[in-house]
Structures are given as structure tokens and as C-alpha cells.
């Protein structure tokens, strides 16, 4: 049984496989969660986040994001989120973009780990010119994930995610991104989140590929 529990993180762990990349680049994405948890299974969240590129030494993306999320059943839940992104080019031009995203999560409990299925509708940016913006861009995505228990107020998570999209040969997919982090548990509803991300583009002539160091901190209210 134990071994069975291990098994869905273990796959998670050595999904990511060689691919083709033209280019690499290395960053960090930091970010703040704000949670609020309502009666009736609605929740609500603010996230703040940063991205940087180019081994960490250009500041590329400021995103901030407002969702609203609600439990259908004990293994359901939907939820609705807007994303406003500023985007700072290598040659210092600022633009920005807007998302508007719809997920449907299915979760479920194998007597630890978790395991959950996420798909997303995203509506952005049509465009798939700009490198480093797949957050942003209109699409569908498609994420597995598991987490495990690791010591106490430790657990360790693992998720494989496809991104499909119009591109110039038509609907396919466009980018796959794999994560894997530790989530430590500071003090009560206080977490501080640390992990590894990595993400390569699909069907380019000049596909990237991005190693990313993640850190996270999060704040759930009564």
C-alpha cells in the first residue's frame, strides 16, 4: 500500500522527458496568495507575482491575479480568475495584457498522496510571437498532480501540465511545463513554498526551453 501511495508522485517526478530546445534561459518567479475561504464552499484569492529571465537578471513580468473559486462535491470544484499581466521588454517597453480563465479541478484522495486533474479554458493574448508568455495567451490546458505527506508540516508536490493553442499550423499544442516543489507549513494558515519549474515550447522553429526557481508565500484568512 505504501508503495502504491508513493507511485502517483513518482510518476509526476520522472514525467519530464529530452526535448528539443533552440534556446535555454534560467529565472525566478516569486509570488504572494491571499486566500479567504466563504461559507458554502466559496473561496476567494489574490496572488501577486514576479517573473524574471535571462538567468534571473531581467525583471520580464509583473502579474497580479483576483479568482473566486466554488466545491461542487467532495471531488469537484470550479473557478473563475482574472489576470492582469505588465510585461517589461528587453528593450524596456512596457505593455500589458489581460486573461480571463475557467478551471475545472477534479480531486482525489488515495489514502495520501492527493491526486488531481485540472482543465482550463484561458482567454488572453491570440498571439504566439512573444516568447515567455504562455500564461497569457489564448488556450487550453491540461494539468495532473500529486502531493505527498514528506515529515510533519512538510509535503512535497509534483505536476505535468500540456498547453494546447492556435498556432500557424492550426490547434496543437504549444508548450508543456513540469513543477515539483516543498510546501512548509510556518505557522497557522501561513506557507512558504519552494521549487523547481520547467517549461519548453512545442512546434516553434526556435522552441525555449526555461529552468525556473520558484518561491511562494501564502495566507489563508478566516
Do not use: C
Amino acid at each position: 500500500m505504501k508503495t502504491f501511495r508513493l507511485s502517483v508522485v513518482v510518476l509526476l517526478l520522472t514525467i519530464p522527458f529530452s526535448a528539443a530546445s533552440q534556446y535555454t534561459d534560467a529565472g525566478v518567479w516569486g509570488g504572494v496568495t491571499l486566500k479567504k475561504d466563504l461559507p458554502k464552499g466559496f473561496d476567494l484569492d489574490a496572488e501577486f507575482q514576479f517573473r524574471s529571465e535571462l538567468m534571473g537578471t531581467h525583471l520580464a513580468t509583473v502579474l497580479s491575479d483576483l479568482g473566486a473559486s466554488y466545491k461542487i462535491n467532495k471531488w469537484m470544484k470550479a473557478a473563475l480568475t482574472y489576470r492582469f499581466g505588465a510585461l517589461n521588454g528587453l528593450d524596456n517597453v512596457q505593455s500589458t495584457r489581460h486573461r480571463f480563465a475557467a478551471d475545472l479541478t477534479f480531486d482525489h484522495d488515495f489514502g495520501k498522496p492527493n491526486g488531481s486533474f485540472r482543465i482550463r479554458y484561458q482567454a488572453g493574448q491570440r498571439s504566439t510571437d512573444e516568447n515567455g508568455i504562455s500564461d497569457l495567451r489564448d488556450a487550453i490546458r491540461y494539468r495532473v498532480k500529486g502531493d505527498i505527506k514528506l515529515i510533519k508540516k512538510t509535503r512535497l508536490a509534483s505536476s505535468f501540465e500540456l498547453f494546447q493553442g492556435s498556432t500557424d499550423y492550426g490547434f496543437e499544442l504549444t508548450d508543456w511545463r513540469w513543477k515539483i516543489g516543498i510546501q512548509h507549513k510556518l505557522k497557522k494558515r501561513q506557507y512558504l513554498t519552494v521549487g523547481y519549474l520547467l517549461q519548453n515550447e512545442l512546434h516553434t522553429n526556435d522552441p525555449l526551453m526555461e529552468h525556473v526557481v520558484t518561491i511562494g508565500y501564502s495566507y489563508e484568512f478566516k
